[in-house]
């Protein structure tokens, strides 16, 4: 079974420190994604990278940077936390350019800004 | 703009019930369209997924759903509601010119009650 492994469930941080999400998938797959979710507004996708070293910008990247140095690994970087980042982030991976594609979800990180 | 919505914010079904869920997209193309369930506290679980041909499909759980074309509809339906299926129910889509970006709607809660 695909595994993606989120590193933290639960974080809590201040406001302006700098913020490491990691996400680990043992696939193989090229995509992966960080979605943020909040009440009412579904999964907006915040980064994705379909390559190592290559990302996309997804609907909502301000105040988000990402890394992915090796295949497996996808963090996404809080750079100066604020308080509207408060949220749960999910990561998710998927095969590139199947047909018979989906995207496999880690647990979420409830992240809370003080 | 490309996106997939979910009208029904919150629906309560008692135990036994048949349940449907609506998910319409708007897309230029046909897209593949995949239902989600979260469990709160989890991440997002498959179950099921539409690519093309027979318009009935099957999924994990009980669940099957329907792609109409001419109402550009996915709906999520399931004959007899378990308390076990009270969750958040996400419909998503993805075309094949945006490769892995999965487009979520804002999700469904779903109450069930004895």
């Known amino acids: 079974d695909v595994k993606v492994t989120q590193s933290s469930r639960y974080l809590v941080k201040r406001t302006g420190e700098k913020v490491f999400l990691e996400c680990v998938q043992d696939m193989d797959h090229e995509n992966m994604f960080w979605y943020r979710q909040d009440p009412g507004l579904g999964l907006r996708l915040i980064y994705f990278?379909?390559?190592?070293?290559?990302?996309e910008k997804g609907d909502i990247p301000e105040g988000y940077s990402v890394s992915r140095e090796k295949k497996e690994r996808f963090s996404l970087i809080l750079e100066s936390a604020s308080t509207n980042q408060t949220s749960m982030y999910l990561c998710?991976?998927?095969?590139?350019?199947?047909?018979?594609?989906?995207?496999?979800f880690g647990q979420g990180t409830r992240l809370t800004v003080v | 703009a490309q996106s997939v919505t979910q009208p029904d914010i919150h629906i309560t079904v008692s135990e036994g019930a048949s349940l449907e869920l609506r998910c319409n997209y708007s897309y230029g193309a046909t897209p593949y369209l995949f239902w989600y369930v979260q469990s709160p506290g989890q991440g997002l679980q498959l179950l099921l997924k539409?690519?093309?041909?027979?318009?009935l499909v099957q999924g994990i759980k009980g669940f099957e759903a329907e792609f109409k074309r001419s109402q550009s509809s996915f709906n999520l339906r399931k004959p007899s509601v378990h308390w076990s299926d009270a969750a958040e129910y996400f419909c998503?889509?993805?075309?094949?010119?945006?490769?892995?970006?999965?487009?979520f709607g804002a999700g469904t809660q779903v109450v069930v009650t004895p």
């Open positions: 990278s379909y390559d190592v070293k290559m990302k």
């Open positions: 998503a889509g993805m075309t094949t010119d945006s490769w892995g970006k999965f487009q």
């Open positions: 998710a991976s998927s095969l590139s350019g199947a047909r018979d594609t989906e995207a496999f």
């Open positions: 539409y690519f093309s041909g027979d318009t």
